[in-house]
């Protein structure tokens, strides 16, 4: 089976500019959750959707941050106007609830760079 | 803030196993412990998990004490490839919020030729 697939994998933009993140969740998944790599801070989630409803975005750092989920197969984050810190890798992940432990599946990251 | 603690690096020689530590004494009767391991530059990656009996799997076995306040994950036979974070996380696996993987530190493996 084909894993999390996230879009694009490197994108480098100028600030200002609006970045939207993407991803395609393992099919028949009903959770998706969005995590953020730093060096400073470690991997942290930002929200999490259950059946394509936001469940918790308690994580999303600001307002210029949004995430939708419009169907069980794609999710967007968006981040609008980016800023250099915002630079980070993002992950994808999702899992199934009725799997043995519910186990979460990652996907490969999409490494923000924003100058 | 994370519920385990774990040495922040460890070394091992390859061939030979590799035992990584985790203490979670504040552990709930309905928590899960669960490891994932990352790859420079790569996701998370899941590598097993349990809930008080020993468990293995073609990656791994996790050794949980009796009293449930730390386990041990083994690789038993550690390659070059295996070098990597490891992040022992506790979770209960479908209660809403609870239920999310919150990362710590892990430990970075080492291992060595």
């Known amino acids: 089976d084909a894993g999390v697939i996230q879009s694009p994998r490197h994108e480098v933009t100028e600030m200002g500019q609006e970045v939207t993140l993407r991803c395609k969740p393992i099919?028949?998944?009903?959770?998706l959750f969005w995590y953020r790599q730093t060096m400073m801070r470690g991997l942290e989630l930002l929200i999490y959707?259950?059946?394509?409803?936001?469940?918790?975005d308690s994580g999303m750092p600001e307002d210029r941050f949004s995430a939708k989920m419009p169907n069980a197969s794609f999710s967007t984050l968006k981040i609008q106007p980016s800023e250099p810190r915002d630079s980070a890798v993002y992950f994808c992940?999702?899992?199934?609830?009725?799997?043995?432990?519910?186990?979460?599946?990652f996907g490969e990251g999409s490494w923000l760079t924003v100058v | 803030d994370a519920k385990t603690t774990q040495p922040p690096s460890m070394d091992c020689a390859e061939g030979r196993a590799a035992n990584l530590p985790c203490n979670h004494s504040t552990i709930s009767g309905n928590e899960y412990v669960y490891w994932y391991r990352q790859i420079h530059s790569q996701g998370p990656q899941y590598i097993i998990h349990?809930?008080?009996n020993n468990e293995t799997n073609e990656m791994a076995s996790l050794i949980i004490t009796e009293d449930r306040k730390s386990s041990t994950l083994i690789l038993p036979h550690a390659t070059l490839r295996d070098t990597a974070v490891y992040y022992c996380?506790?979770?209960?696996?479908?209660?809403?919020?609870?239920?999310?993987?919150?990362f710590g530190k892990g430990t970075k493996l080492s291992v060595k030729p």
């Open positions: 099919s028949g998944h009903d959770y």
């Open positions: 349990g809930l008080k």
């Open positions: 992940a999702s899992s199934f609830r009725r799997h043995s432990g519910n186990t979460i599946y």
């Open positions: 996380i506790v979770r209960v696996p479908l209660e809403g919020s609870q239920g999310n993987l919150i």
């Open positions: 959707f259950n059946n394509n409803v936001p469940i918790d």
